[in-house]
């Protein structure tokens, strides 16, 4: 909105929240807590803790990338990062989430993160844009090390009782944002006959 032109058009990307924060946290260990990464406290703590212990953690909860991060960034309210979820009125938080519906209803265009290649598809067909050739993803947790020598293998992370524990009220909302999402999703694909190959 602050971008001084006149047609701005916003996509985004959006991913199954747990994923999303799995592979946030496998990201952060990817990095060694040493040199230019020695000050970064999520970088120490995803290498000293247990994936469970780090979204336990009330430092990581706390934060907006970790806390209902769709909700918080499209519905527009911080106070859903409280771990005081009573001091949110019920009436508040149906406003936020119809805010963020609406925010996603306008967006000039939609992805869905586990659906790339038919997102890509729609994304250039919405844009007016030509489709690119195919896109290899480099940027992911499991290329970095062989993209930049800063990041190193880290191994997978089952989804254990404990986890799926921590994780459900940091995702409680999200989860209802990216039905959503992927319904638009859906929605605009098929107005345009942009079927998953």
Do not use: W
């Not at 406290?41 to 994936?51: D, K, P, W, Y």
């Not at 050739?133 to 062989?146: G, H, N, R, S």
Request: with cysteine; aromatic share 10%.
């Amino acid at each position: 909105r602050l971008i001084p032109r006149d047609n701005i058009k916003i996509v985004s990307l959006f991913r199954e929240p747990r994923s999303r924060l799995i592979s946030l946290y496998r990201f952060f260990k990817s990095h060694t807590p040493n040199d230019e990464f020695a000050d970064a406290t999520f970088v120490r703590l995803a290498n000293e803790l247990t994936v469970e212990e780090f979204f336990e953690r009330p430092e990581v909860r706390s934060t907006t990338n970790a806390n209902n991060h769709y909700t918080v960034h499209f519905g527009g309210s911080l106070a859903l990062i409280n771990d005081d979820r009573h001091v949110f009125s019920k009436d508040g938080l149906s406003r936020a989430l119809e805010d963020a519906k609406r925010q996603i209803s306008a967006l000039a265009s939609i992805g869905i993160t586990e659906r790339f290649d038919q997102s890509v598809k729609l994304i250039c067909k919405e844009l007016n844009l030509p489709p690119p050739p195919p896109i290899e993803a480099l940027y992911v947790t499991d290329k970095m090390p062989e993209v930049d020598p800063r990041f190193r293998r880290v191994g997978p992370v089952g989804v254990t009782p404990r986890l799926a524990a921590a994780l459900e009220d940091l995702t409680v909302y999200d989860d209802e944002i990216y039905r959503f999402a992927v319904s638009e999703f859906d929605r605009r694909c098929a107005a345009l006959n942009i079927f998953q190959a």
